[in-house]
């Protein structure tokens, strides 16, 4: 069952009426939404809820996911030890994240853990939560060191996993926005911060939330923000369904971001196990042709099947030579990409079929790909045009041209609209260095652009 509803919430133990003493009634905005998220999943009665914190235990290349049965927490270190919590961990589900996040590749996993008791990241949602509604497991995962790109990798697992099982589930993604928005806030003040929240807000209300992954590094360092990883990692879970937001309350009044938003999901099942009973019944509208070879040929390779006919085919295909380079990913990461810079088969659907098996077989940088991960595959087919010698750098576009650099034999190239490559410099950088040539090393330069077929 798909996850039912996401929050995004801070976590100010200040709001804690116990820690405030008074104070928490000038965000008044923000105890009202928290308690309006509380309602909903009371009404929803999850029997699991995932909770993404900035405060629990952290690495710098490893996503921990905390371990055991049970775990307890209070705000002994804001000099509150009578408020606490114990929560029941969802450990099946935990080891069931952990398994797929290891065949994918990602570090993610429940050991190293520094403190098991909750955090306030966790231990504030739950002060309000538990008001409305207590009958749940809960599965508590912290942030790491990683790009906001190998986040939201995360999410996809966590959406995969989640989809898989039958029980209820809701994901609070907790973490507070800028904290330099005001002379006397914990931080002071800083133009980035009301920047950073501005922004933010405006991405939650207009539902756009792959634009998480956008925002630069500098904006996030000097904004001073706290969870936009964990938003990030809620952005990930629900990337591949129809959702609608809500933004409920922004406050900065204590110069402090507080934003709470809810992302309701629409959908009953997600797009790509549509797509799959679809493609299963034979909807020759629900696959592109070129991407439709490219799946059928890596399906019949890996179960050990022979490869698809040439058959019933679009006439190009047939046709016409081409290079072209299959590329396949599974919850967003890179799993192997393969393909030819000019036509070495008699046409292009033989180039494709190539390319697919090389894509999942003998790509150097990745163990061939096994059966039980096959449904998990995003595959997609580039076909190339005609390259042309370029003499400047002024002559390439990131998004439109893809290049290939050269030096005698030595030869590198790289595609066009990849997401991390942002500058014509950091693309040539690329390709220099998968074709072995130092930057000392003088260049030729080649651009072409790409079909590209999803």
């Known amino acids: 069952m798909p996850v039912i509803e996401a929050y995004m919430v801070p976590h100010p133990p200040i709001a804690v009426a116990e820690i405030g003493q008074g104070e928490e009634k000038k965000i008044k905005a923000t105890l009202d939404a928290f308690d309006r998220v509380a309602k909903r999943i009371a009404d929803i009665q999850p029997d699991t809820m995932i909770i993404t914190s900035p405060h629990a235990t952290m690495y710098s290349d490893y996503f921990h996911i905390s371990p055991g049965s049970h775990a307890y927490g209070d705000f002994s270190g804001f000099r509150t030890p009578g408020v606490s919590f114990e929560v029941e961990y969802d450990s099946e589900l935990v080891q069931r994240i952990v398994e797929k996040a290891a065949a994918a590749g990602l570090p993610a996993g429940t050991e190293g853990e520094r403190d098991p008791r909750l955090d306030h990241g966790v231990m504030v949602p739950l002060y309000f939560i538990n008001k409305r509604y207590t009958d749940y497991k809960l599965v508590r995962i912290g942030l790491s060191g990683y790009s906001l790109e190998v986040h939201k990798s995360l999410g996809r697992i966590i959406d995969n996993v ?33 920047e950073y929240d501005e922004k933010l807000m405006d991405v939650m209300k207009r539902c756009a939330l792959s634009e998480l992954t956008q925002f630069s590094e500098r904006l996030l360092d000097a904004s001073q923000e706290c969870g936009h990883r964990s938003f990030v990692i809620m952005s990930g879970i629900l990337h591949s369904h129809d959702i609608t937001s809500e933004v409920l309350s922004h406050e900065a009044t204590f110069g402090v971001g507080y934003g709470i938003a809810v992302f309701k999901i629409n959908d009953a099942e997600n797009r790509s196990e549509k797509d799959s009973r679809k493609r299963e019944k034979g909807d020759s509208d629900a696959m592109d042709a070129y991407v439709k070879l490219a799946r059928d040929t890596i399906f019949s390779h890996v179960k050990g099947e022979k490869l698809p006919e040439l058959t019933d085919l679009p006439k190009e295909m047939l046709s016409r030579r081409a290079g072209a380079f299959v590329s396949v990913h599974e919850f967003g990461m890179l799993r192997g990409c393969i393909g030819t810079i000019s036509a070495t088969c008699s046409n292009i659907a033989e180039e494709i079929r190539q390319n697919a098996v090389s ?81 000392s090393e003088k260049l030729s330069l080649e651009r072409f652009e790409v079909v590209r077929h999803v």
């Not at 030595?410 to 997401?419: F, K, S, V």
């Open 359 to 439: 894509a999942v077989s003998r790509d150097p940088r990745f163990s061939p790909v096994r059966e039980d991960e096959l449904d998990d595959l995003e595959i997609n087919v580039d076909i190339l045009g005609e390259a042309e010698p370029i003499t400047s750098y002024d002559e390439l576009d990131v998004k439109r041209y893809g290049v290939i650099v050269s030096n005698g034999m030595r030869r590198g190239l790289l595609l066009p609209d990849l997401e991390g490559v942002d500058s014509v410099e950091q693309q040539v950088d690329i390709a220099r260095q998968k074709a072995g040539i130092s930057p």
């Open 162 to 194: 989640c989809s898989e099982t039958d029980k209820k589930i809701v994901i609070v993604a907790s973490g507070d926005l800028s904290h330099c928005q005001k002379k006397d806030g914990p931080y002071g003040y800083r133009p980035e911060g009301p």
